[in-house]
């Protein structure tokens, strides 16, 4: 099948509402983090520096911004639809409480656990190796492939903590997603010829891995270079045949469990080194 691509370069609260009620199966967002400035400071190359990931990602009222993308998504996304909402501390209590009030149902909070995130510089907290992404519908009647997630997992029940680690960006943009983390979500929040619509489409990961896997996508991204980056990266992407889709689903689960078992080994090790 084709897939039906639709990319919009603007303010994603503007042009959601012209979009019809329930229109898109699936939302993955993954919103600006509001951790540049304010004196924050992150490690790149070894080195300390300021954290600055672009003005984008200094929002001055960043519960007001939440609470109205939050409330268009909602209105757009089908009655059995689910949205995945990627982040950090610095975003993520403003997103819990207005799930809450927006009464979206809560269906799981994933811990996405990088073994090689960043080490941390200053000597007065723990080195931060986490996303958390929440997993959340409209009612208790939502679409979820639990039995591919279990496949995915070697047939074994597939748990909230993924480990994945953190790759070398494909793009510019300084908070590309990783691939993997995509197809993931992708594989368990819908079919093929769904509708996935990314409000903070960056450089278009989540447009990439749609069109691999047969889905439909539309994407919003407000700054005009990051909008052409993506452009030409979910241009330049196949849809694969059917038969190429599952051997890319065999691939994926043999790379979960092959991190799963990884995981498994260490903690293991570590509980025999403190026994
Ligand atoms: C955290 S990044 C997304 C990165 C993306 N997941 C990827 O893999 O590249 C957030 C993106 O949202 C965009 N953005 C911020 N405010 C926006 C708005 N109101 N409407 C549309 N895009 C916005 C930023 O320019 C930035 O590229």
């Known amino acids: ?136 519908s409209k009612s208790k009647k939502y679409y979820f492939d639990y039995y591919k997630a279990k496949e995915l997992n070697g047939g074994k029940q597939m748990r909230n903590l993924w480990t994945l680690t953190a790759k070398r960006h494909k793009t510019e943009h300084p908070t590309e997603k990783p691939e993997d983390l995509l197809e993931r979500i992708i594989l368990l929040g819908s079919k093929e010829g769904d509708v996935i619509l990314d409000p903070f489409m960056g450089s278009g990961t989540t447009g990439v891995v749609s069109k691999r896997l047969g889905r439909n996508f539309i994407g919003i991204e407000v700054d005009n270079d990051f909008f052409n980056i993506a452009k030409n990266r979910i241009n330049s992407e196949k849809t694969l045949e059917k038969e190429k889709i599952i051997v890319a689903e065999m691939q994926i689960a043999s790379l979960v469990q092959k991190q799963e078992l990884s995981l498994l080994k260490k903690v293991r090790e570590e509980s025999l080194l403190r026994a």
């Open 1 to 136: 099948m084709v897939s039906k691509i639709d990319l919009k370069n603007g303010d994603s609260i503007e042009i959601l509402k012209s979009f019809p009620d329930g229109s898109v199966d699936m939302i993955f967002a993954d919103p600006p983090y509001n951790l540049s400035g304010k004196g924050h400071i992150t490690c790149k190359n070894g080195k300390k520096v300021a954290c600055d990931k672009g003005e984008w990602d200094v929002i001055e009222d960043i519960h007001g911004f939440n609470e109205e993308w939050l409330k268009e998504c909602k209105r757009v996304l089908s009655d059995d639809g689910t949205i995945w909402i990627s982040g950090t501390l610095h975003n993520h209590p403003s997103i819990g409480v207005l799930l809450k009030k927006l009464e979206f149902w809560i269906i799981n909070d994933i811990v996405w656990f990088k073994p090689n995130a960043p080490p941390q510089l200053q000597p007065n907290r723990l080195a931060p190796s986490t996303e958390l992404i929440w997993l959340a």
